[in-house]
């Protein structure tokens, strides 16, 4: 009986270890924007289970060879683009919309006599 104790034991605790990876993944989330200074063109990809979908998904959205992109995990993501200088941009990630919408423009304007807002988007669901 004692053995048959065990292994019921055993098996509930291998059970249990094979479940912690996947609720330790739950509600993880990523973003990407990709943008391309040369034709202005931009795309992102949002609530992907990893970063390289993504960033795939941006890339595919932005439809330019030289892309750069930007990325966050459970995060909001922002892209400003200069309207005066061609090509300036200014990205960043944080927990809140408005964080990272300030966060990008300030970016851009580090670089770049104006800024403003295209995208805005949450990693999450």
């Known amino acids: 009986m004692k053995s048959l104790t065990r292994g019921v034991w055993l098996i509930l605790f291998v059970l249990a270890l094979g479940l912690v990876p996947a609720l330790q993944a739950e509600g993880d989330y990523y973003a990407a924007i990709a943008y391309s200074p040369s034709t202005g063109r931009w795309g992102y990809g949002t609530a992907f289970a990893t970063r390289s979908d993504?960033?795939?998904?941006?890339?595919?959205?932005?439809?330019?060879?030289?892309?750069?992109?930007?990325?966050?995990?459970?995060?909001?993501?922002?892209?400003?683009?200069?309207?005066?200088?061609?090509?300036?941009?200014?990205?960043?990630?944080?927990?809140?919309?408005?964080?990272?919408?300030?966060?990008a423009t300030d970016a851009c304007l580090a670089r770049n006599p104006d800024a403003h807002i295209v995208i805005c988007v949450a990693a999450f669901r």
Not at 59 to 71: N, R, T
Not at 77 to 103: D, Q
Request: aromatic share 8%.
């Open 54 to 103: 993504a960033i795939i998904r941006a890339l595919k959205e932005c439809k330019s060879d030289d892309a750069v992109m930007y990325s966050c995990h459970n995060e909001w993501i922002a892209l400003a683009l200069s309207n005066e200088k061609k090509g300036g941009f200014g990205w960043a990630s944080a927990p809140t919309a408005a964080e990272a919408e300030k966060l």
